[in-house]
């Protein structure tokens, strides 16, 4: 091939792509000199950044972000907002670390929460378990019960039902 086609379209196709260079017109190296270079300038340019940043949050009195605190006029609610806090916090955790009467009457109290938990570990799986409830069948004639025994005639699926009126006397049969 003459040295006047190399890298025309018309020249020979490498590496299946249109137009690439025949093998040996590239540098097979990289230059490092450059890599290095750019690798350094933004090295440089974050620390400047960072120092920059610090230099002007450090100068301000308060950050940009920050307001000064402000103290309201009377009458206030709060005098010592810090020990109230503290107090209430000494208040709830008496409370769960102590024990007391919530019902006397029906034997209801409570117990130190570490008690608790380990009387409910106890239990294990059944702890979870809902309770018992007892089964209620509800009286004729309550919301939850039927109003009658006997159903009227013809009352099937589809129809109304209807209680049936049972003559005085009679009763059911």
């Known amino acids: 091939m003459s040295d006047a086609a190399r890298g025309q379209r018309h020249s020979p196709v490498y590496d299946d792509a249109v137009g690439h260079a025949p093998p040996g017109t590239e540098a097979p190296d990289v230059r490092l000199k450059p890599l290095l270079l750019t690798g350094l300038f933004i090295v440089v340019f974050t620390a400047v950044t960072i120092g920059g940043l610090r230099f ?21 609610l709060q005098q010592n907002p810090e020990a109230d806090l503290a107090a209430m916090l000494q208040e709830q955790r008496a409370k769960l670390d102590g024990y007391a009467w919530i019902d006397r009457d029906k034997g209801i109290a409570r117990l130190r929460i570490s008690e608790a938990m380990r009387r409910l570990a106890e239990r294990g799986n059944a702890a979870y378990a809902a309770p018992v409830q007892p089964e209620r069948t509800p009286t004729l004639g309550s919301r939850g019960g039927a109003s009658s025994a006997v159903l009227s005639p013809g009352a099937g699926p589809g129809a109304v039902n209807t209680p049936a009126t049972i003559e005085p006397g009679k009763g059911l049969p």
Do not use: C, E, H, I
């Not at 002007?56 to 206030?76: K, W």
């Open 56 to 76: 002007y949050y450090n100068r301000q009195d308060l950050g940009p972000l920050v307001q000064a605190a402000r103290t309201f006029p009377s009458p206030r």
